[in-house]
């Protein structure tokens, strides 16, 4: 994400709540422990300031013995965001 767009593109509030959530710079997601209920609204900001980037979703929560490598939605409890 383009930190200048994201300054232009961006309300005051939305860039508080991204900065709130941001990853630091030597991980590969945007924003990360993003509660499950302010989920869509991230990936939303996410797109608006990375445009022509792929936005991707990654659910965060207990995993299970049968489904270690992912997490599904209904049990999420957070989510990490990426842009490509």
Not at 6 to 12: D, E, P
Not at 26 to 45: C, D, F, H, M, W
Not at 57 to 84: C, E, F, K, W
């Amino acid at each position: 994400m383009n930190k200048f767009l994201a300054f232009t593109v961006l309300t005051a509030d939305e860039q508080a709540v991204i900065n709130r959530y941001r990853s630091p710079a030597n991980e590969g997601s945007v924003v990360k422990q993003v509660p499950i209920a302010q989920a869509e609204y991230l990936r939303e900001l996410v797109k608006r300031a990375s445009p022509g980037q792929r936005v991707r979703v990654r659910y965060r929560g207990p995993r299970y013995d049968h489904m270690r490598q992912t997490t599904l939605r209904s049990n999420a409890v957070a989510v990490s965001i990426y842009a490509d």
